[in-house]
């Protein structure tokens, strides 16, 4: 790959490009792509075609950055399974909050759910997915849901998988992740992770704020399950590069919190000169410009939301596509710059 290549590569913002190598590998392999344009899945309420979020059994560990697929809007984790690429956070949400927002979410399209013990909402996330289930927008098997075992728990993590089991009132768990790094006992929840995915009660295992190669791959070398994400804060200020590129050879993808920025920042990103330029150019949004940036650079991204017109606004990113030119302005803006300090 030449320089200009890599310059105008949706990896072009992470030095090296391995990740970019892995992903031309993959898409001259099978043909999967990066950045795309409308989907082909099942309508949904919106009259919007919503991705197919279908179950496989934990297939063989797969190196490289996972590539994205636009028209089924899913990426396959390292796990096997299928997960949205584009989904509802639910920080600081309350549980009444939680539940408009994940009915409101299911109703636009979305398959993806992001809650965490942490939040006091699964209760609320889990009677969103029932409303959606009882009115026929979805079925369970449809929805992909997230939750985090909060550090206090690590010691315990067994029995707090069976409590977000009950508060969420479902049987199997997508995804749970270890909320934050925690040397003291974090590799001890991650193997009870390990043995609720050999029950059957988790499908996928993940990570979040571990901002340090070393770190990730101190929980790696201990535990056997690689971890199928990494969630971590995530925005064109503070792009990730570094642990991006780490993580590729486990063959886990990147999640993105803070994607807008977060509550009460969201502006600082939305007023960006670059952003609201690129925002006039499409006739979108600075949310929705940042979302589409999110998915072609080949980040998970989670907005939170407990408005309705946003929460549909943010999924609808599938008609437009940023340039070359307009991601290399995007990747221009990091700043190493995180919105939060833990
Ligand atoms: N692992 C972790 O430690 C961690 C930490 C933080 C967050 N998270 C996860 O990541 C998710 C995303 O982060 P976040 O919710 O904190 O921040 P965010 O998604 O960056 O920003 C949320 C803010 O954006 C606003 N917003 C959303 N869509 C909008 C639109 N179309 N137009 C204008 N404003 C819009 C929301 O306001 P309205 O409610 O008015 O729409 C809210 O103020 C969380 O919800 C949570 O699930 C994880």
Wanted: glycine fraction near 10%; proline fraction near 4%.
């Amino acid at each position: 790959m030449d320089r200009r290549q890599r310059e105008l590569s949706p990896f072009a913002a992470r030095p090296g490009g391995l990740a970019a190598i892995l992903l031309l590998l993959c898409l001259a392999l099978t043909g999967c792509t990066a950045t795309g344009g409308g989907g082909s899945g099942a309508e949904t309420e919106s009259g919007d075609a919503g991705p197919g979020v279908g179950a496989s059994p934990q297939g063989p560990a797969v190196s490289g950055y996972p590539a994205f697929d636009f028209d089924a809007r899913t990426v396959t984790l390292n796990s096997g399974y299928e997960m949205p690429i584009l989904g509802l956070g639910t920080f600081s949400l309350s549980d009444e909050e939680a539940a408009d927002s994940t009915y409101w979410a299911l109703k636009a399209g979305f398959r993806l759910i992001d809650t965490a013990r942490i939040y006091g909402n699964e209760t609320g996330v889990g009677r969103g997915l029932q409303r959606a289930i009882d009115e026929g927008v979805v079925a369970r098997e449809d929805v992909f849901i997230t939750t985090k075992i909060w550090t206090t728990d690590y010691d315990d993590a067994d029995a707090a998988i069976n409590t977000s089991l009950e508060r969420l009132g479902v049987d199997y768990i997508d995804l749970m992740i270890l909320h934050h790094s925690q040397p003291a006992n974090d590799v001890d929840a991650y193997q009870a992770l390990e043995r609720a995915v050999g029950d059957g009660r988790l499908r996928s295992i993940g990570l979040s704020n571990y901002y340090e190669p070393e770190d990730f791959d101190r929980l790696v070398e201990a535990t056997s399950i690689r971890p199928a994400l990494l969630q971590n804060e995530t925005h064109p200020y503070h792009q990730s590069g570094q642990m991006k590129e780490h993580i590729a050879q486990y063959g886990t993808v990147l999640e993105s919190w803070f994607p807008l920025g977060g509550r009460g920042n969201t502006q600082t990103l939305f007023d960006d000169e670059t952003i609201s330029d690129i925002a006039r150019a499409h006739g979108k949004s600075a949310a929705q410009i940042i979302i589409r940036w999110h998915l072609q650079v080949g980040n998970v991204c989670i907005p939170g939301s407990s408005n309705q017109q946003h929460i549909n606004e943010d999924y609808d990113v599938w008609d437009f596509e940023l340039t070359e030119a307009e991601m290399a302005r995007m990747a221009a803006l990091e700043r190493d710059a995180r919105f939060s300090n833990y």
